[in-house]
């Protein structure tokens, strides 16, 4: 099989989970209203054939280029997407919160539409610099911490509505407690703030000391990074020492997230070691 | 008065701000471009901006002393909070807290009460000796209601706080010594060039670079052969160096870090001649610098002389330069010699292919193109503060760990007298965890215990 007709199988796939993805988020929009069990229930299968379809495009192109698809910003968003919709998955098995699936689907849809937008050509011969291990244990990593992230964001949405909308709102009653908001944000930064740590920041640090000699550069993306984690760190620090919680807590926690995803498209302006593609 | 400016420094009060403003200081530093001539500033933002950047410094903002500054606050609110807020909250959890009677302990989210047969001590002893097994500390408080046993798990979450700040010590100190006593420099290396290292004894000859590139012309590898000679010059090892592939050796570590072309020199260059009487196409050799190469004929030889990357004619001295390293305008000298007598001498352009003389002896020479000689860029570091780097990584992970992922559970058990050789006991529990999550692990615990009581009332 040619590279051409194996490229256009996974654009297909990729299509088939965009459009997948899409059907999830109308269902929800259905769901708002109408609030029946079999509209949520047909937006998490939607949400399942679109991670399959999904897992199906990141095979197919791995075989493809033989490597891991982790290399430019539209395999990272794939991959991004790919294990929100995963979290998404744990979370609703958990939760079972209708509502925050709901926030995670659209973000995951938001992310989709963000990665058919970038070039999605396939990087066939990997740079020295990238032909290492470590870059499938860093941007994996880093990755799956962001899309924890993206589920405690979720959470803060769900929270400012809750807090922003009238007592008597129909919606508003429609939603968890804020207690509960606040719990799912802080467990989901506990699962990624470790991962994000160790993948994005130690990995990426022990990698660039291999591959450049020094594991810091104050590179756009590592200060970036370091932003991200500073704000998480004081959100949690808050937490634990002062006790902060509730509106305090979901503005720092939402505001690390915005920061994370600025991070990520600061590649397109600022440039720097980080910019593969 | 000393205690509480200790305590200022270490409290969210100070932390919290600090943080923010580290994060706004770096933000700056990733919006503001690092490192441009000054000239360049003024050039894309004229005005008070540029003002600005270059007198707070914004255009190296990672190396100014203030951000030092900042760093160093940050540093001495870590080792206070280690000394007031850590240490304290690790010698508070080794204290151990009883309830007052066993209301308290069924007033707690997670409780329960069961009867169990036997006597008081009994059954306090085997609840003991069951909780400590299961890695609990265990202390027994006996009074004229009977017995309490307050058991807490492992202080973990409180040693995983500490390490945590412990990390960040290691990575300033580890900061701190590299920058203090290492190096880092960036050497270029001719093929056959020898270099040494500030206190290093050995010394370091390049044998050789290249560039492999796939099928498609696409770069795969940058190989760089270097070898280790010892002070008396004899061979103690050779590595090709890569990119992600260091060569180390004795503390100091040889990176792969950039490549050129060398200027004034390259491999091999290919040339079209033109004899006279020859056809129209004329025919391809290939020749080195200052390497002679035969042409057909009787005792004809053509040299390149001379090598330019960037050819210009200098305007004062009428003479053929350089302008730069770079390949921009790549020019050959050839000369064509039959004995002593010369045939062709000249200059010839790359990318002019038309723009060459001919020799009144109709030769003619066209510079078709060349393989560069390339020089390779080595980084040449010696980080002495790595190892509290790793020291802090392994901190930071293990700390992180234990914050999250071992939570503290106390549970207190009422052991009281009961009707007819029975002991009511009353089981109460809390943990950092969530209810709900502890709330399974209360039941699975209580449950364990009533089994181990059973089997203890049999025997």
């Known amino acids: 099989m040619n590279i051409l007709s194996q490229q256009n199988i996974e654009f297909t796939f990729f299509w088939w989970a ?16 109408l609030s029946k069990k079999w509209i949520a229930t047909s937006a998490s299968i939607a949400m399942g054939l679109g991670l399959l379809m999904q ?3 990141m095979v197919e192109r791995t075989i493809h280029i033989h490597h891991m698809p982790l290399t430019n910003m539209f395999e990272y968003i794939s991959l991004f997407a790919w294990f929100a919709t995963c979290f998404y998955f744990i979370f609703m098995r958990i939760y079972k919160l209708h509502l925050l699936g709901a926030v995670i689907a659209f973000t995951v849809f938001m992310l989709m539409v963000a990665g058919s937008l970038l070039p999605k050509d396939a990087e066939m011969q990997l740079v020295p610099a990238l032909q290492s291990y470590w870059l499938q244990i860093h941007v994996s990593v880093a990755s799956l911490g962001e899309a924890a992230f993206l589920v405690a964001f979720a959470a803060n949405i769900l929270y400012f509505l809750k807090n922003g909308l009238s007592k008597t709102s129909r919606f508003a009653s429609r939603l968890p407690d804020v207690q509960t908001l606040d719990r799912i944000a802080y467990k989901a930064i506990t699962v990624g703030y470790p991962l994000f740590t160790i993948g994005a920041l130690f990995a990426g640090a022990i990698w660039a000391e291999q591959a450049w000699g020094s594991f810091w550069s104050w590179d756009p993306k590592e200060v970036g990074s370091l932003i991200v984690w500073l704000i998480y760190s004081a959100y949690l620090h808050a937490r634990f020492v002062k006790g902060w919680t509730g509106t305090r807590a979901a503005v720092l926690s939402a505001t690390a997230f915005t920061c994370t995803l600025l991070t990520f498209f600061a590649n397109l302006i600022l440039g720097g070691l980080h910019a593969y593609g | 008065m000393i205690k509480r400016f200790i305590n200022l420094l270490g409290s969210v009060q100070v932390i919290v701000p600090l943080l923010i403003v580290i994060t706004f200081v770096s933000l700056s530093g990733v919006i503001v471009p690092q490192g441009m001539p000054v000239a360049q500033y003024f050039q894309s933002m004229p005005g008070w901006r540029s003002m600005v950047i270059i007198n707070l410094g914004l255009d190296h903002i990672f190396s100014t002393w203030w951000f030092y500054v900042l760093l160093g606050i940050l540093a001495v609110n870590v080792v206070a909070c280690s000394l007031t807020h850590q240490v304290r909250s690790l010698r508070n ?23 169990a047969d036997g006597d008081v001590k009994t059954v306090s002893d085997t609840i003991t000796h069951a909780m400590q097994r299961r890695l609990f500390f265990c202390t027994q408080k006996p009074d004229e209601n009977g017995t309490q046993i307050a058991a807490r798990s492992l202080r973990l979450k409180e040693i995983g706080s500490l390490m945590f700040h412990l990390s960040i010590l290691f990575f300033y100190v580890g900061g701190i010594i590299s920058t203090m006593a290492g190096l880092s420099f960036v050497k270029e290396f001719k093929s056959g060039d020898v270099a040494t290292v500030e206190n290093w004894p050995y010394r370091v000859r390049c044998d050789g670079f290249k560039v492999e590139r796939n099928a498609q012309g696409d770069v795969s590898a940058y190989k760089s052969t270097l070898t280790v000679l010892s002070p008396d010059s004899a061979k103690i090892l050779t590595k090709v160096v890569e990119v992600n592939h260091p060569l180390a050796f004795s503390g100091v570590n040889f990176y792969q870090n950039s490549y050129g072309e060398q200027s004034g020199s390259f491999e091999v260059a290919s040339l079209q001649v033109f004899a006279p009487g020859s056809d129209s196409n004329g025919y391809m050799t290939a020749a080195r610098l200052n390497s002679p190469v035969k042409l057909p004929g009787d005792s004809i030889t053509m040299t390149i002389s001379r090598f330019i990357s960037d050819f210009i004619i200098d305007m004062q001295s009428g003479e053929a330069a350089s302008r730069s390293d770079r390949p921009n305008n790549p020019a050959v000298k050839v000369a064509i010699t039959k004995g002593a007598d010369t045939l062709y001498s000249g200059w010839t352009f790359v990318n002019y292919p038309d723009m060459h003389q001919e020799s009144k002896k109709g030769y003619k020479v066209v510079f078709v193109g060349y393989e ?3 020089y390779t860029g080595i980084k040449v570091s010696r980080n002495p503060g790595n190892p509290f780097i790793w020291f802090g990584f392994t901190f930071m992970t293990l700390g992180i760990l234990l914050v999250f992922y071992f939570p503290h559970r106390n549970y207190w058990v009422f052991v009281c007298p009961g009707n007819a050789r029975k002991v009511i006991v009353t089981v109460g529990g809390s943990s950092s965890r969530s209810a709900s999550a502890f709330q399974a692990e209360f039941n699975h615990r209580c449950e364990s215990l009533k089994r181990v009581l059973k089997e203890g009332a049999k025997s």
């Not at chain 1, 965009?18 to 988020?25: E, L, Q």
């Not at chain 2, 009677?101 to 069924?106: E, K, R």
Request: hydrophobic fraction near 45%.
């Open chain 1, 18 to 33: 965009f459009i997948a993805y899409s059907a999830s988020c109308v269902f929800y929009v259905a769901y708002f209203p």
């Open chain 1, 55 to 57: 897992t199906l495009a």
């Open chain 2, 372 to 374: 560069p000689c390339y």
């Open chain 2, 93 to 115: 959890a080794g204290l151990v807290r009883f309830l007052h009677n066993p209301q308290d302990a069924a007033k707690l989210k997670c409780s329960t009460s069961f009867e």
